[in-house]
C-alpha cells in the first residue's frame, strides 16, 4: 500500500497550473474561509515560515496581513514553486524555497509556522521536530488539514467524493487525487497524532473545528516556560 508521502508527486505533479480554481470549486470556496481562520490565529510576528505553501495563496494573504513581516514559503514541488513566484511578484517580503518539510533546514528560526493541506502526508513525529527545531521560544505551531466528519453528515461528505471521482474522469490532471483523496482523509488520524506529540513536545493544544467538521485547524502553543522545563527535561 502506498504511504501519504507517494501520493504526494501523484497528487501535486501536473496540478500546479489549475490548483488555485480546482481548491475553490472543489471546497465549494470554503478554502477561502478556511484560510481566513488561519490568518486570524497568527499572532503579530517579525517571520512567519508556510510549510507546503503550494501555489502561494495562503502566503500571500499572510504578507497583505503582516506587509512589515518576513515571510518564508517552503514546498517539495518546483512547478507549486514557480506558479507561488509567478504570482507573488510584487511582494518584497516573500521569499520561497524548494525543501521538503519533513527534513526541514532553514538557517532561521520563525515566531509562527503555518500550514494548510500538509499534515496527512507526513509523519506527525517527524514534522513537530523539524517546526520546533525552526520556532523561536514561546513561537506557535498551526496546521489545517481535511478531516473525516464524525456526524451524520459522513453519507454527504462520502456523495461527495463519489461524485468528484466522477469529474475525475473529465480532468486527467486531478482523476487520481479526486479518486484517491478520500480514502487518505477517511484513514487518516492525523488530528490525534499532532495533538498527542505536541504536547508531549511540551506545547498547549487547542483545536477547533471548521465547516461541519470536515477540517481542523490545530494550534501549539509553547510559552518560554513550557521550553525551558522542556529543555530541561531532555537533558
Ligand atoms: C493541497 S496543496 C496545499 C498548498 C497550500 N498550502 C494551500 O493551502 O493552498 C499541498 C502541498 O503540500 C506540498 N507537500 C506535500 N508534502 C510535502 C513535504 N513533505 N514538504 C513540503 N511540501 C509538501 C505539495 O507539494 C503541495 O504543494
Known sequence: MESPQDLVPKFFGKTSGTYDRVVICATWGKDSYWKKQILRLIPSSDAILDLACGTGILTRKIADRFPS??????????????????????????????????????????????????????SPYILVRACVNHLKDGGKIILHDFIYPRSGIRVLWNLYFVLLNCVGFFVPSWKEAFAELPKLIRTSSWLDEYEQVMKKEGFDVSIQLLTCGTSAVLVGHRSSKNTQSKKGYSR
Open 69 to 122: 513581516a518576513r515571510i518564508v514559503g517552503i514546498d517539495i514541488m518546483q512547478n507549486y514553486l514557480d506558479v507561488a513566484e509567478q504570482n507573488s511578484k510584487k511582494y518584497e517580503n516573500i521569499s520561497y524555497v524548494l525543501q521538503d518539510a519533513e527534513v526541514l533546514n532553514l538557517d532561521t528560526r520563525f515566531d509562527c509556522i503555518v500550514s494548510s493541506y500538509i499534515p496527512k502526508y507526513c
